[in-house]
């Protein structure tokens, strides 16, 4: 079937049915988000991938109990970065001049431009510019989750300092921002398997200049 189609098929599903979506598949889903890109490059975002049951009902309190979570097959939550530090840009910097075989002093121009970027944001700019990041990357795996016929519900419904305590995220520097579940319909159960899709109009939306 074609993007659109899939496009078309996909919605965003209240209620799953427990069903496992294959390892392939999943892969497939997380390399589309591997892929997406960001701002700079540097993937200021770590993302969860929650398939323990015992997790998926503790972590579920935090996001209002939403059904997904527990019948979902995979949680993805992303978590955008709270801060850079010189190590994650020399980090960034040394794969670069690796992966393109190129030496590490002629990105010394590049260091300066995301250090300046960076030094010159306050510590909410930088986060909300992170968490901008990762819905970039949300897009993607939407994309991908449909193509691979797996059900996908972006959800931004939860409390994060809830999430974040349960996950241990403010520890480690990270900020809960939006999850993704991964599982299949119950097409039954769920009063929304068969509704239109409801868009507003191209000629509305876009303004062709
Ligand atoms: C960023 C974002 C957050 C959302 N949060 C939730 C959520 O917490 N729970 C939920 O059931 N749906 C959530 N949705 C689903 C939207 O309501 C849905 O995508 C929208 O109404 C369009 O419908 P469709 O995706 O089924 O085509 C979210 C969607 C996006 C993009």
Redesign the pocket.
């Known amino acids: 079937m074609s993007t659109l189609t899939n496009l078309k098929w996909r ?2 599903t ?1 209620r799953m049915n427990g069903q496992k979506v294959p390892a392939e598949k999943l892969e497939n889903i997380l390399e589309a988000i591997q892929l997406a890109p960001t701002s700079i490059g540097m993937q200021p975002f770590t993302v969860l991938v929650i398939e323990d049951a015992e997790l998926k009902a503790k972590i579920a309190p935090a996001i209002y109990n ?1 059904p997904q979570i527990t019948e979902g097959s995979h949680v993805l939550v992303f978590a955008a970065w709270k801060e850079y530090s010189v190590e994650n840009v020399d980090k960034y910097i040394n794969h670069i001049a690796s992966l393109r075989g190129i030496p590490v002093e002629s990105l010394s121009g590049m260091r300066d431009m995301i250090t300046g970027a960076i030094s010159g944001k306050t510590p909410e700019q930088l986060l909300n510019w992170n968490m901008r990041q990762a819905y970039i990357a949300l897009g993607f795996g939407l994309v991908v989750a449909a193509e691979e016929q797996v059900d996908a ?5 939860f409390d994060p300092d809830a999430l974040d305590a349960v996950l241990g995220l403010q520890e480690k520097g990270l900020r809960s921002t ?1 999850i993704l579940t991964l599982g299949y319909r119950d097409a039954e159960q769920d009063y ?1 398997s068969a509704a239109a ?1 409801v868009r507003r109009d191209k000629s509305e939306l876009f303004v062709r200049l």
Request: charged share 25%; hydrophobic share 35%.
């Open positions: 919605y965003a209240k939403q519900t972006p959800m931004e419904g939006v929304l899709k």
